[in-house]
């Protein structure tokens, strides 16, 4: 059995795609994973699996929400390494000192032709970013609620993301059992 992270983007805001934590771990068992953890109402759970693939995983949750649920969420799948690697490649250690500062968008696929100039006219002067073929990283130390970048992201990245602050990555992180 491996250990998968699944991060789903768009439930349980502001009303709409509204799906408890504990009916989402329900569905989840109906799936036939196994040790199922959630954590927070924005939609990330931890569970084992013996499946090899992330992709397949992803696309059997989404279907089974929307079969229970009728609205199909986006769910991104991570392995353990997945998400040790990108706490490990964190371009700003210094700000998981201040864990709302930092932001980790996980990107559903690499972003082959970022849009580097929007990225850089929608920075704030405090503000940095950095990316890998997994991740974009956002360091807003004067928050993301106004950052025009952390708004404009996906778009300049051309690629699907879901953002979890460092706190929730750090949660999740703990959450996962060493194989």
Same mark, same amino acid.
């Given at each position: 059995?491996?250990?998968?992270?699944?991060?789903?983007?768009?439930?349980?805001?502001?009303?709409?795609?509204?799906?408890?934590?504990?009916?989402?771990?329900?569905?989840?068992?109906?799936?036939?994973?196994?040790?199922?953890?959630?954590?927070?109402?924005?939609?990330?759970?931890?569970?084992?699996?013996?499946?090899?693939?992330?992709?397949?995983?992803?696309?059997?949750?989404?279907?089974?929400?929307?079969?229970?649920?009728?609205?199909?969420?986006?769910?991104?799948?991570?392995? @353990?390494?997945? %998400? !040790? #690697?990108?706490? *490990?490649?964190?371009?700003?250690?210094?700000?998981? /000192?201040?864990?709302?500062?930092?932001?980790?968008?996980?990107?559903?696929?690499?972003?082959?032709?970022?849009?580097?100039?929007?990225?850089?006219?929608?920075?704030?002067?405090?503000?940095?970013?950095?990316?890998?073929?997994?991740?974009?990283?956002?360091?807003?130390?004067?928050?993301?609620? @106004?950052?025009? %970048? !952390? #708004?404009?992201? *996906?778009?300049?990245?051309?690629?699907?993301?879901? /953002?979890?602050?460092?706190?929730?990555?750090?949660?999740?992180?703990?959450?996962?059992?060493?194989?």
């Amino acid at each position: 059995m491996r250990t998968w992270i699944a991060l789903f983007r768009g439930i349980n805001v502001g009303g709409k795609n509204v799906l408890p934590m504990v009916k989402l771990r329900a569905e989840l068992e109906a799936l036939g994973l196994e040790q199922v953890r959630t954590y927070i109402q924005s939609g990330n759970a931890v569970f084992e699996s013996a499946a090899e693939g992330s992709t397949s995983l992803a696309a059997q949750i989404s279907d089974r929400v929307e079969e229970q649920y009728g609205f199909r969420p986006r769910v991104l799948v991570l392995s @353990r390494d997945d %998400l !040790a #690697a990108a706490i *490990e490649s964190n371009p700003f250690p210094g700000a998981v /000192a201040d864990p709302k500062t930092l932001h980790f968008f996980f990107l559903a696929e690499p972003a082959l032709d970022p849009d580097h100039t929007r990225l850089e006219e929608a920075k704030a002067p405090t503000e940095h970013y950095g990316l890998t073929d997994r991740v974009f990283y956002l360091h807003a130390p004067d928050g993301i609620g @106004r950052s025009k %970048l !952390a #708004a404009n992201a *996906e778009k300049a990245l051309g690629v699907a993301t879901t /953002a979890r602050n460092f706190r929730t990555v750090d949660k999740l992180s703990g959450m996962v059992s060493p194989e």
